[in-house]
Every structure is written in C-alpha cells, then in structure tokens.
T-cell receptor, first 111, second 113 residues
Framework: QKEVEQDPGPLSVPEGAIVSLNCTYSNSAFQYFMWYRQYSRKGPELLMYTYSSGNKEDGRFTAQVDKSSKYISLFIRDSQPSDSATYLCAMGTGTASKLTFGTGTRLQVTL | KAGVTQTPRYLIKTRGQQVTLSCSPISGHRSVSWYQQTPGQGLQFLFEYFSETQRNKGNFPGRFSGRQFSNSRSEMNVSTLELGDSALYLC????????????FGPGTRLLVL
C-alpha cells in the first residue's frame, strides 16, 4: 500500500463547475501538506501549502486538511479551461525535506 | 526573482552510458532536492543536498548520485543507464529549513534507448 493514495482520474468537468480533488495518507508523521499543479511537459507549480487541520483559501482554491481522518482535499471554484492540468498532492514530515507525492489527478475542464 | 533552472531540458542516451544533469536553485536557497517522475511511479524522491552535503536519500540504487557546489548549484549523475531510467528528472529548491516550501524547476526529460 502506498503512503499517499490519489485517484488518477481523468476527471472531466464543465467550465464553471466546482472541482473536488482528494488524497488519503497512512503515515501519521506527515505534518504539512501541499498541492501542486503540473501542466503537460512542465514542472510542478505550488498552489497551496497547509500545516494544520482545517481550511485555507486562496482565490478560487480551498485546501482542506483532516489529520484525524488522514484526508486532504483541494476545491476549485468556478473552474476554467486553464485549470486543465494534473494536480499532485504532496506531504512532508517536517523533519526532512523529502516530499511524498500522490500519483496525481488529471483534470480536464471543458467549454 | 528567477526561478529554478535545469539544464539540459531534453536528453537522449543509450543503455550503459552515463549522464549528468544540472540544477540552479532560486537565489538564496541552500537546499536542492531531486525527484524522478515516471507515468507508473509518479514523483519519487532521489536525494537532497544542503550546504554541499547530502542530507536525505531516497530508495534508489547507487548508480544515482549527486553533488552540490558552494554556490548551491547541484548536479545529478546517473551511471550505467538502463531503459527504466527514462523519466522526467525534477529538481526543487528551498531555503533549507524544516517544512520549507519547495519550488520546482521545469525538469530534464531523459530518454534512454
């Protein structure tokens, strides 16, 4: 079993929809959580960083962490075609720089 | 502020050869981490260098090695290339403290024939 599980998709939604992306993890040592967006043939770009349970909002993006359930989510409101990309969750223990990634969810936002 | 840069962007090698990839971190960042990304395994941590010393290491064979220079630039070397080494190699830089945000470069796409 992988330390971080993420549905690979693909997930296809119409423009304007609310998108929900999720990851579950098994290692209770994970202390901080990130979401990266990766366009085809590009490097991952940091979207959200959270260090505690609860919600964090940044524009159209909301990251949610539930440490008791070992579950994190990323919500995208008013999705746009430019949001079409692969979304990667990543986690770290806080004692080392190593990040453990989910396999990524491919999102397609259609007109 | 300039982002993380990686060279070369694309590389084609044959089995048995070796390859060296380069990464220049964001100015002021002292930590450089390397990751391998493949369709089957996703992003996997190779190793991290901080102040010219390897600080963390992933579960890759000894054919994968790296180093960091005094200006924080880092190189990764893969010897005796295998077909399975074909991947996107990403480096990420951070200031180096605990739980610091890592910023990724565009990657080097390596194809081993």
């Amino acid at each position: 079993q992988k330390e971080v599980e993420q549905d690979p998709g693909p997930l296809s939604v119409p423009e304007g929809a609310i998108v929900s992306l999720n990851c579950t993890y098994s290692n209770s040592a994970f202390q901080y959580f990130m979401w990266y967006r990766q366009y085809s043939r590009k490097g991952p770009e940091l979207l959200m960083y959270t260090y505690s349970s609860g919600n964090k909002e940044d524009g159209r993006f909301t990251a949610q962490v539930d440490k008791s359930s070992k579950y994190i989510s990323l919500f995208i409101r008013d999705s746009q075609p430019s949001d079409s990309a692969t979304y990667l969750c990543a986690m770290g223990t806080g004692t080392a720089s190593k990040l453990t990634f989910g396999t990524g969810t491919r999102l397609q936002v259609t007109l | 502020k300039a982002g993380v840069t990686q060279t070369p962007r694309y590389l084609i090698k044959t089995r048995g050869q070796q390859v060296t990839l380069s990464c220049s971190p964001i100015s002021g960042h002292r930590s450089v981490s390397w990751y391998q990304q493949t369709p089957g395994q996703g992003l996997q941590f190779l190793f991290e260098y901080f102040s010219e010393t390897q600080r963390n290491k992933g579960n890759f064979p000894g054919r994968f090695s790296g180093r960091q220079f005094s200006n924080s630039r880092s190189e990764m070397n893969v010897s005796t290339l295998e077909l399975g080494d074909s991947a996107l190699y990403l480096c990420a830089s951070s200031r180096g403290g605990q739980a610091e945000t890592q910023y990724f470069g565009p990657g080097t796409r390596l194809l081993v024939l």
